[in-house]
């Protein structure tokens, strides 16, 4: 299929810069947070911005800007907005935000976009000044009811008290009179001082919880209109191939079968239920055309990172002078890591429905990205970007997948042939086997060491795709992709001598895109793994050598020295168990793991303890953290473990979840998580323990065996006597 380029409206990431192995970038207060006029405002609703509307019943609606992919942001984002506004989370009431940059684009990104791990940080003040603003504006309508100055009434869980004479006015009875009064200006209205937070920090039961424990969660595959038609695909096996011919008359001859849609890479059939356009889809028997990239294999993309790997690359940092200090050097240690491709694999396989018009197209799909699908579907089918209506739903997992809208425009691509709506779904298996995927990277590390150990030099030479060239070719700044080197050119390390750079590799006709991290996933593990292996070399404990490295960052060696302690680091473990720390500064956030291990005789590694610390700033739901903790690691773990795209004759290998399996229930881990108390800014948290926890597992794999990781995934070791 077409690869398009997702983000490449110049608005997106506007500013950004690399610091500290993550995105710090420019933040605006959205024009959601624009005052509202009165004449705006739906009929006997009080709605001073696009955030918030109050009805008379005293129903508080948030209008959620950015997408629930399991990840627990409605529920944080409603207590943000709960807080400064004084109502309970229970009062809140939650509608998806229609797709509209102009009032909803995420501050940092600059559209309306999950990803990142930014929702909080984002939102963290737009959110509660929306709150703080609708709270001044009643305390005031109340106050001129009564006679009195504001400064004298508070506002408690959606009522407002006139404190000496306790007098009382339910919001609902407010919001005419607070409706005329005029919108105070952004800052004017003072947020609470996190020492009178009463629901931030507290943990809350997550909103969209009862809806998927009974069913009434819709997600975009639930999707059913009358009428509805539902389309199988089947997509050119070789990226950049064609069709060449296919049997249409065996197809239709399917019972229920309706229509085959031909389009050059891509065959669809549409019919009234998922069996018999399967069915009709194998009948065809479709014949491709390969094109280009047929013979395309793993060891092909290898070989051209080898070879990458052996020049030059775009410099990323340079401290010092890391060449001299080699070269007298008392010991020069060197390593290659090597990273595959992975696939995203979300439980919901990708879909979208349609309806297309004469004169406008409905689109009914989980998507991070709701503006750039509206903004795409709009130059594919000449419409207005007015009449495109994307109806966003829960997401059954997104971890970057859904920030590409190709599945989208696939679908309206095949809607453009079809009377009505239809409902297009990918297989598993042309899930997996059309991925954009995580690249697959190849890194050459080398570090000097001191007559005690120490690191004087480093230098570290990383090889693979450059994602942000077709997400935002302006960020790329001489050379240097900011996501790929994220995680690598600002270790927490105190590191006198650095030296690191990018080596740009395309891998030939594989698309690749954002996975649950992308830079950091890659480079945290190759950065842990080798500081582990300078620490061996030096004979020290990898947590204290780990430590006499970051006196200067305090907050990365609170979080080591935490997850050690929580994990009993130094306590005496079974032959064959090991221990292994990982520690990383990505997303605006620091945080370390330690994996605890056992390796059988037969090879086969057991994780049976992971030990997560996080300093991610304030904290809004400490459930969500955990959650998030938990279900990142198991994310990870599945794919330092087990996950490896892999390719053959230009096809993708692996199919479904029998050769590119998850974690199974009964190898999951023990997760603990342990949050740092801080009054920093909000970090993000969704992303990072998938980054961590590979080198975790690799470097306790070392402590167990002696047997060194440099590859993943791990799979099983040879037999370990």
Same mark, same amino acid.
């Given at each position: 299929?077409?690869?398009?380029?997702?983000?490449?409206?110049?608005?997106?990431?506007?500013?950004?810069?690399?610091?500290?192995?993550?995105?710090?970038?420019?933040?605006?207060?959205?024009?959601?947070?624009?005052?509202?006029?009165?004449?705006?405002?739906?009929?006997?609703?009080?709605?001073?911005?696009?955030?918030?509307?109050?009805?008379?019943?005293?129903?508080?609606?948030?209008?959620?800007?950015?997408?629930?992919?399991?990840?627990?942001?409605?529920?944080?984002?409603?207590?943000?907005?709960?807080?400064?506004?004084?109502?309970?989370?229970?009062?809140?009431?939650?509608?998806?935000?229609?797709?509209?940059?102009?009032?909803?684009?995420?501050?940092?990104?600059?559209?309306?976009?999950?990803?990142?791990?930014?929702?909080?940080?984002?939102?963290?003040?737009?959110?509660?000044?929306?709150?703080?603003?609708?709270?001044?504006? %009643?305390?005031?309508?109340?106050?001129?009811?009564?006679?009195?100055?504001?400064?004298?009434?508070?506002?408690?869980?959606?009522?407002?008290?006139?404190?000496?004479?306790?007098?009382?006015?339910?919001?609902?009875?407010?919001?005419?009179?607070?409706?005329?009064?005029?919108?105070?200006?952004?800052?004017?209205?003072?947020?609470?001082?996190?020492?009178?937070?009463? %629901?931030?920090?507290?943990?809350?039961?997550?909103?969209?919880?009862?809806?998927?424990?009974?069913?009434?969660?819709?997600?975009?595959?639930?999707?059913?209109?009358?009428?509805?038609?539902?389309?199988?695909?089947?997509?050119?096996?070789?990226?950049?191939?064609?069709?060449?011919?296919?049997?249409?008359?065996?197809?239709?001859?399917?019972?229920?079968?309706?229509?085959?849609?031909?389009?050059?890479?891509?065959?669809?059939?549409?019919?009234?239920?998922?069996?018999?356009?399967?069915?009709?889809?194998?009948?065809?028997?479709?014949?491709?055309?390969?094109?280009?990239?047929?013979?395309?294999?793993?060891?092909?993309?290898?070989?051209?990172?080898?070879?990458?790997?052996?020049?030059?690359?775009?410099?990323?940092?340079?401290?010092?002078?890391?060449?001299?200090?080699?070269?007298?050097?008392?010991?020069?240690?060197?390593?290659?890591?090597?990273?595959?491709?992975?696939?995203?694999?979300?439980?919901?396989?990708?879909?979208?429905?349609?309806? %297309?018009?004469?004169? #406008?197209?409905?689109?009914? *799909?989980?998507?991070?990205?709701?503006?750039?699908?509206?903004?795409?579907?709009?130059?594919?089918?000449?419409?207005?970007?007015?009449?495109?209506?994307?109806?966003?739903?829960?997401?059954?997992?997104?971890?970057?997948?859904?920030?590409?809208?190709?599945?989208?425009?696939?679908?309206?691509?095949?809607?453009?042939?079809?009377?009505?709506?239809?409902?297009?779904?990918?297989?598993?298996?042309?899930?997996?086997?059309?991925?954009?995927?995580?690249?697959?990277?190849?890194?050459?590390? #080398?570090?000097?060491?001191?007559?005690?150990?120490?690191?004087?030099?480093?230098?570290?030479?990383?090889?693979?795709?450059?994602?942000?060239?077709?997400?935002?070719?302006?960020?790329?700044?001489?050379?240097?992709?900011?996501?790929?080197?994220?995680?690598?050119?600002?270790?927490?390390?105190?590191?006198?001598?650095?030296?690191?750079?990018?080596?740009?590799?395309?891998?030939?006709?594989?698309?690749?895109?954002?996975?649950?991290?992308?830079?950091?996933?890659?480079?945290?593990?190759?950065?842990?793994?080798?500081?582990?292996?300078?620490?061996?070399?030096?004979?020290?404990?990898?947590?204290?050598?780990?430590? #006499?490295?970051?006196?200067?960052?305090?907050?990365?060696?609170?979080?080591?020295?935490?997850?050690?302690?929580?994990?009993?680091?130094?306590?005496?473990?079974?032959?064959?168990?090991?221990?292994?720390?990982?520690?990383?500064?990505?997303?605006?956030?620091?945080?370390?793991?330690?994996?605890?291990?056992?390796?059988?005789?037969?090879?086969?590694?057991?994780?049976?303890?992971?030990?997560?610390?996080?300093?991610?700033?304030?904290?809004?739901?400490?459930?969500?953290?955990?959650?998030?903790?938990?279900?990142?690691?198991?994310?990870?773990?599945?794919?330092?473990?087990?996950?490896?795209?892999?390719?053959?004759?230009?096809?993708?290998?692996?199919?479904?979840?029998?050769?590119?399996?998850?974690?199974?229930?009964?190898?999951?881990?023990? *997760?603990?998580?342990?949050?740092?108390?801080?009054?920093?800014?909000?970090?993000?948290?969704?992303?990072?323990?998938?980054?961590?926890?590979?080198?975790?597992?690799?470097?306790?794999?070392?402590?167990?065996?002696?047997?060194?990781?440099?590859?993943?995934?791990?799979?099983?070791?040879?037999?370990?006597?």
């Amino acid at each position: 299929m077409k690869s398009s380029p997702i983000l490449g409206r110049r608005e997106f990431l506007k500013g950004a810069a690399t610091i500290g192995g993550g995105l710090i970038l420019t933040v605006a207060i959205p024009p959601a947070m624009r005052p509202s006029s009165a004449a705006s405002a739906t009929p006997h609703t009080f709605a001073p911005n696009a955030f918030i509307r109050v009805d008379r019943e005293g129903i508080v609606t948030l209008m959620m800007p950015m997408a629930e992919m399991g990840q627990g942001v409605h529920t944080a984002l409603a207590m943000l907005l709960a807080e400064e506004l004084e109502v309970s989370l229970e009062q809140v009431k939650l509608e998806q935000a229609p797709s509209d940059d102009s009032l909803y684009a995420n501050p940092i990104l600059h559209i309306q976009s999950t990803g990142a791990s930014t929702s909080i940080r984002a939102f963290w003040t737009p959110l509660r000044q929306a709150g703080a603003v609708a709270r001044s504006l %009643l305390l005031t309508a109340a106050a001129r009811r009564w006679g009195v100055t504001p400064d004298s009434c508070q506002a408690k869980r959606g009522v407002v008290i006139h404190t000496s004479s306790s007098r009382q006015l339910r919001f609902g009875e407010l919001v005419d009179a607070a409706s005329a009064l005029p919108v105070p200006s952004l800052g004017s209205v003072p947020l609470k001082q996190p020492n009178q937070f009463t %629901l931030i920090g507290t943990s809350a039961r997550r909103l969209d919880t009862p809806d998927k424990v009974v069913g009434r969660a819709q997600f975009g595959i639930d999707m059913k209109l009358p009428g509805m038609a539902i389309a199988a695909i089947a997509i050119s096996p070789v990226f950049g191939g064609r069709l060449k011919s296919l049997n249409e008359s065996a197809a239709l001859a399917v019972r229920g079968v309706r229509q085959i849609v031909r389009l050059d890479n891509a065959v669809a059939a549409v019919a009234d239920n998922t069996w018999a356009a399967k069915k009709a889809l194998a009948a065809a028997a479709i014949q491709w055309d390969d094109g280009p990239n047929g013979q395309v294999s793993t060891a092909e993309v290898i070989r051209q990172l080898e070879e990458a790997s052996a020049r030059p690359g775009a410099v990323a940092r340079h401290d010092g002078d890391p060449d001299r200090a080699m070269a007298s050097a008392a010991r020069v240690v060197e390593a290659v890591y090597q990273l595959p491709f992975l696939a995203h694999a979300a439980m919901e396989p990708m879909n979208c429905t349609v309806h %297309l018009h004469k004169d #406008s197209c409905d689109i009914w *799909v989980g998507t991070q990205v709701p503006t750039l699908t509206q903004v795409q579907v709009a130059e594919l089918t000449g419409l207005p970007k007015s009449a495109v209506r994307v109806h966003n739903q829960y997401l059954g997992g997104g971890f970057g997948r859904r920030l590409e809208p190709d599945g989208n425009f696939l679908a309206v691509r095949i809607a453009q042939h079809v009377d009505g709506p239809v409902k297009v779904i990918w297989s598993r298996e042309e899930d997996i086997q059309h991925d954009m995927y995580r690249p697959c990277y190849l890194d050459r590390m #080398s570090a000097a060491l001191d007559v005690h150990g120490n690191p004087v030099a480093w230098k570290h030479r990383l090889c693979g795709s450059s994602v942000f060239s077709r997400y935002h070719p302006d960020l790329i700044k001489n050379g240097v992709d900011p996501d790929a080197v994220a995680g690598a050119a600002q270790p927490p390390y105190e590191l006198p001598n650095i030296h690191v750079e990018f080596v740009r590799v395309e891998p030939p006709g594989i698309p690749t895109s954002l996975w649950r991290g992308v830079g950091p996933t890659h480079n945290i593990f190759v950065v842990e793994s080798f500081i582990d292996e300078l620490a061996h070399m030096a004979k020290r404990d990898p947590v204290e050598y780990r430590k #006499s490295l970051l006196a200067h960052n305090p907050r990365a060696l609170g979080v080591l020295m935490l997850a050690a302690k929580k994990a009993d680091w130094g306590r005496p473990l079974p032959a064959r168990w090991g221990r292994g720390v990982a520690l990383q500064f990505a997303y605006g956030s620091f945080a370390a793991q330690v994996a605890e291990v056992e390796v059988g005789v037969d090879g086969r590694v057991r994780v049976h303890r992971i030990v997560c610390a996080i300093d991610c700033g304030m904290v809004v739901n400490p459930n969500t953290i955990a959650a998030q903790m938990e279900g990142g690691a198991l994310f990870g773990l599945t794919a330092a473990l087990y996950g490896e795209i892999t390719l053959k004759n230009g096809r993708v290998v692996q199919s479904n979840f029998n050769d590119y399996r998850p974690m199974r229930m009964n190898e999951a881990p023990i *997760v603990e998580t342990h949050v740092v108390q801080s009054s920093e800014p909000p970090g993000g948290v969704g992303e990072v323990p998938t980054a961590t926890v590979g080198p975790a597992v690799a470097n306790a794999i070392f402590a167990a065996t002696g047997k060194r990781t440099r590859r993943l995934p791990i799979k099983a070791l040879d037999a370990v006597p």
